[in-house]
């Protein structure tokens, strides 16, 4: 059974840090590629980023680049995204998810297990 779950959400100050994880397990780790998305109160879920089953290749979103970064670690079937310079407009849940495939398009639609999220909340 795939399962995904996430954690490393918390409240920070503007111009803070996070590192958000996401630990997969019942599948390996080049079986698939993995996105970061984000979804705020009232708003769609949104792209941030992926990496491929390889991890090879990483695409971000136009809204993040330069600020995120993901990283893989096989061993641990594990991602990390680090979330650096926060804004308030990246409040949102985060989630991590499994596709086929790493696309810089990004959507949702193409990701089908899902984890449970984790609030990150950037607040003064």
């Known amino acids: 059974q795939v399962q995904l779950v996430e954690s490393g959400g918390d409240l920070v100050q503007p111009g803070g840090s996070l590192r958000l994880s996401c630990v997969g397990s019942?599948?390996?780790?080049?079986?698939?590629?993995i996105g970061w998305f984000r979804q705020a109160p009232g708003k769609e879920r949104e792209g941030v980023s992926c990496?491929?089953?390889?991890?090879?290749?990483?695409f971000y979103a136009d809204s993040v680049q330069g600020r995120f970064t993901l990283s893989k670690d096989n061993a641990k079937n594990t991602v990390y995204l680090q979330v650096a310079r926060l804004k308030p407009e990246d409040t949102a849940v985060y989630y991590c998810?499994?596709?086929?495939?790493?696309?810089?398009?990004?959507?949702?639609?193409?990701?089908?297990?899902w984890g449970q999220g984790t609030q990150v909340t950037v607040s003064s």
């Open positions: 990496v491929s089953r390889s991890g090879q290749t990483i």
């Open positions: 998810a499994t596709s086929s495939t790493c696309w810089r398009s990004l959507v949702p639609q193409n990701y089908n297990h």
């Open positions: 019942g599948f390996a780790s080049d079986d698939y590629a």
